[in-house]
């Protein structure tokens, strides 16, 4: 237990201190010389009894009282008195003080106030551990058997109506969460924002239906304001969530009985919609991948293995590549490896197959197919007008294309 004795005279709060030692070892006793210090370690330090004389310069043990127990309103208070100011000592029990003593204080009765006050500061910390135990019980079991019946499961009988009476009607908000990576902390942080943004909305809970899905039941106070909390929980899991998510919602429920196939719907809705990704984070990765595409685009590269070297899922990886960059992975790999090529092609001597493996393409007719299919020709062609200097008009009939093809592979094996 942590005491502070607060008096301005200093041999009353040492005498103090020394018989709560001696009697108490295992307390902690702190000093304040004047309200001031007082407050400062009420701020600072958790405190369980105050010992406070009555009169002090600059602020009454009543007003210290008064002030302090808005901030720690558990701290049991004790005022000491002279009996020329009991009636100070009076109004302070009045005001909610513990008790009060005269001075000059005796050390039987300071022992016997602070062995009765221990007990019972003992006894009420175990109720309210018990009782937030109970409460986190509680939450736990109407979280888990909500998640059951969202989830479509069997409750055993339990009836569900008592952890939902106070929501007659209610919206339901999903969060899901795209990661092959443990999602604890993911969960941890979306139930926090959701829930603070719930309750500063409405009133409802937040449960967690399975490893990549938190639902949330919420009554707003105002029906109007579910798109402003929606885009809220967007705002505020962009800027935390390091993994991408979904947000989806569903419009006011009255009927308990529908939240099963709601969520359903949900579910079934978010495999059509493109997911969020944090604000900075997700540009950052694409700006990571491009130029591990410009640097690597001559060796075997592919969309699953630039993702991981991002740390996103390919899935996402994808979505938001395209998103940024403003073509797909695999288009904008081979617009890069052809005008790579077109360079190599018009100012080197490198045989046409060499220049097919520094782009990355080792067979050199699958090359030659993918270079007509963008340029319009094929790279011996795009070569012989290049040094003509003259304009290139890339783009050959079928069948002159299919002969080139044909005998692409010789040809550029004898350059």
Known sequence: MNILVVDDEEVIRSGIERTISRGFPEHRVLLAGNPEEAVQALRT????????DVLMPGMTGLELM???RRMQPQVKW???????EFAYAQEAVRLGARDYMLKPIGKESLIGLI???AREIAEESERNKEADLMKR?????REGVFARWASGL???GIDIAPFTESHPYFNLLMVRLDSDADTKLEHFIVENVLT???DSAGKGFVASIDAHSLLGLVTLREEAGLGLLVDKLRTHLKRYLKTPFQVLHSGRIDDLAAV???VRRMRSASSAQVYDHYASGGEKAIEVAVQYIHTHFGEEIGLEKVASIVYLNPVYFSQLFKQKAGTGFKEYVTNLRISRAMELLGGSELKIGDIAERVGYPDVRHFSQVFRKKAGCTPSEYRQEMKGGAAIECGHSQEASGREERGTEDEERQE
Request: aromatic share 6%; hydrophobic share 50%; glycine share 6%.
């Open 45 to 52: 330090k958790h405190v369980d009894l105050v010992l406070t």
């Open 66 to 68: 008064a002030f302090s």
């Open 78 to 84: 004790v005022v000491i008195s002279a009996h020329s």
């Open 115 to 117: 062995d009765e006050l």
């Open 137 to 141: 019980n509680l939450r736990f079991l």
């Open 154 to 156: 069997d409750l055993g």
């Open 196 to 198: 603070e943004l719930m």
């Open 260 to 262: 099963p196939g709601e």
